[in-house]
Nanobody, 133 residues
Framework: EVQLVESGGGLVQAGGSLRLSCATSGFNFADSAIGWFRQVPGKEREGLSCISTSDGSTYFADSVKGRFTISKDNANYTVYLQMNNLKPEDTAFYYC??????????????????????????WGKGTLVTVSS
């Protein structure tokens, strides 16, 4: 059974940092695209970052480039999202998702720099990040 469990969310002041974790199991971690998304009520899920576990290639949305980094721990089947210089507009539920036997490039909408949530096969239940001003 494929499982993804997010953790690390919480309340932080603007300018602060958080590190989210996505602990995974039940699939071949070494051959997948694992992405981080966020969503606020009433809006579409936004792709933020992705890492291809096969070659380590990464993707970042323009909205987080330079502030967020993504990394993986192959031994513990975990992907991390380090979020720095957080802003109130970063407040959202954060989810990790996996596309099996794929690389991050396959999740990017053609002709854009946008990662589509439609391409993910499985999702975690999310963790809430609240950034106060």
């Amino acid at each position: 059974e494929v499982q993804l469990v997010e953790s690390g969310g919480g309340l932080v002041q603007a300018g602060g940092s958080l590190r989210l974790s996505c602990a995974t199991s039940g699939f071949n971690f070494a051959d997948s695209a694992i992405g981080w998304f966020r969503q606020v009520p009433g809006k579409e899920r936004e792709g933020l970052s992705c890492i291809s576990t096969s070659d380590g290639s990464t993707y970042f949305a323009d909205s987080v480039k330079g502030r967020f980094t993504i990394s993986k721990d192959n031994a513990n089947y975990t992907v991390y999202l380090q979020m720095n210089n957080l802003k109130p507009e970063d407040t959202a539920f954060y989810y990790c998702g996996v596309r099996l036997e794929a690389v991050c490039l396959s999740t990017i909408v053609a002709g854009t720099n946008r990662m589509s949530h439609h391409g993910m096969d499985y999702w975690g239940k999310g963790t809430l990040v609240t950034v106060s001003s």
